[in-house]
């Protein structure tokens, strides 16, 4: 895994602090110390690594599993944020990255059920 600090990815698409290629992570240069964002990208090396030959192809081509891969992802910077920031509340912080998700990532998917998704990501990681 490698970190590399550029806004090259931010300028071709809006929306975006970071983005993960394979094993390797772009990030915005302000936000190389949010390590919760670190922490997300960290989640699709692992997806990627899961299936280095289909991450791409379902990331982009399926609804399904770019919504799955990226409620994990969401859900482990939660935990992060839960973690290491006392005044963090889970429902905020669950009810912003699903309106993210709803934004950002081209899904034909309802709010509701972008928050559903991710709360069950999130519980999955709890109990595992
Ligand atoms: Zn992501």
Redesign the pocket.
């Known amino acids: 895994m490698k970190i590399i600090k550029t806004n090259l990815f931010s300028k071709i698409i809006s929306g975006n602090n970071a983005i993960t290629i394979g094993t390797i992570i772009f990030i915005k240069p302000e936000l190389v110390d949010r390590q919760d964002i670190i922490e997300?990208?960290k989640v699709?090396v692992a997806q990627f690594k899961r299936q280095p030959f289909t991450f791409w192809l379902r990331y982009i081509f399926s609804d399904k599993w770019r919504l799955r891969?990226?409620c994990e992802?969401?859900a482990t910077q939660i935990r992060y944020l839960i973690s290491h920031d006392y005044n963090a509340d889970l429902t905020s912080l669950i009810d912003r990255f699903a309106n993210d998700i709803a934004t950002y990532y081209r899904l034909p998917y309802s709010l509701a059920e972008i928050r559903a998704e991710l709360v069950k990501a999130y519980r999955r990681l709890s109990n595992g």
């Open positions: 997300h990208e699709h891969y990226e992802a969401f």
